[in-house]
């Protein structure tokens, strides 16, 4: 039995990993809780229905159209690390394969070991750092070499999901070196993965899509989306870039102002960290006449999270032309960042856009005191370089 890589194949595959995280979402929480904070399940539940949504209105033509559409989605819409990440997966897997209407088996091969390395790069992760890349690599690597033993798509895809189950099993005795889970040191030891986990699962609908006689939607996305979305909604604070109607885009084609100055944005999981950064920061700028600086703090319903939509848009608000330097705090903030950070022109952020590798609070005030006096972004990159030298004992 072989089966065809058309849309149809990889709608299957959506719809049933859909299905899987919302029956699943709960066990994948309770990984989470143990080593990380309670949310990968909840994280990716939201995700992937929320995406089922935009594909049914959408409705991308093409395999590569459809990854590169839920991928998107996801790191727009997950608040966690995991959105970024899987965004990355899908979003590479679409482009690998262009826009081909179906998909030869070696070329699906190719994507999935370009999203691996995708999710390296943009998570700075390895095999054996305990994160879903144990899982997604192994995968990868199976399906592979069970084409190059002469299997077919279908024996191919099963031996990768066997890998990655394996491979989310192989995580348990060890020591969590990215994500949340490694602040815990060697309390890690002994727990499985939770990105590894649902990286298992991931695979396995990848497999499980080749029974033609799987929904290429997943009903049940609608009701579980608005039982799940119920965040709680915080009065937003003055400094916080004013959540964008749903659908708008920001405006980034800005004309360099004439005495324009770098614009500095602050991304904290929290509306009040960034809020308050922002405030303390421009209380320390000495001329009383400070830079642009704009927080993109927490979820937009104020829940605690990253969001790249309140990034995009503080992007937006503080670009004066002259450069753009972002301040982050961990983990998802960082990883946001970065996929933006990719995709200047596709996420609509200006290209003279910079990370500064610094801690939170001290490079922010570095940052919008030298953007203050008029520093270009070398300057303000510079300074927030000395902030993460500065020692304190
Ligand atoms: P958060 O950690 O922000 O709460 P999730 O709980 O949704 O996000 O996802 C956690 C999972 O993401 C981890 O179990 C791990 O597999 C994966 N992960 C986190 N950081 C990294 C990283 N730097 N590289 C690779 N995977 C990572
Ligand atoms: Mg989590």
Redesign the pocket.
Known sequence: MSVTLDTAFFRRFLARATQVFVAEAAHLTDL?AAI??A??GA?LKRGFTSAGRVIADEAPATPGALLTAVGMHLTNTVG???GP?YGTVLRRMGKVLGEDPVVEPPALGKALTAAVAS?RRL???APGDA???DALAPAAEAYTSALADGGDVVAALDAAARAAHQGAEATVPLQAR????SYLGERSIGHQ????ASSAMLITALYEATDTGLPEVFEGAEAEEEATSEGETAAAPATQSPQPAAGEKADVKKEPKENGRVGVVLVSHSRDVAASTADLAKALVGTGDPAPVAAAGGLPDGGIGTSAELIRRAIADVDEGKGVVVLCDM??AVLTVKEILADPAGNGVPEDLRIADAPFVEGAVAALVTASVGGDADMVTAATDDARGYRKV
């Open positions: 989470d990380g904070d949310d990968h994280n966690g690390a995991s990440l999710v998570g700075d992760s994160t879903m890349v990215r994500g949340r889970a993965d939770p990105g590894a983990g998802s």
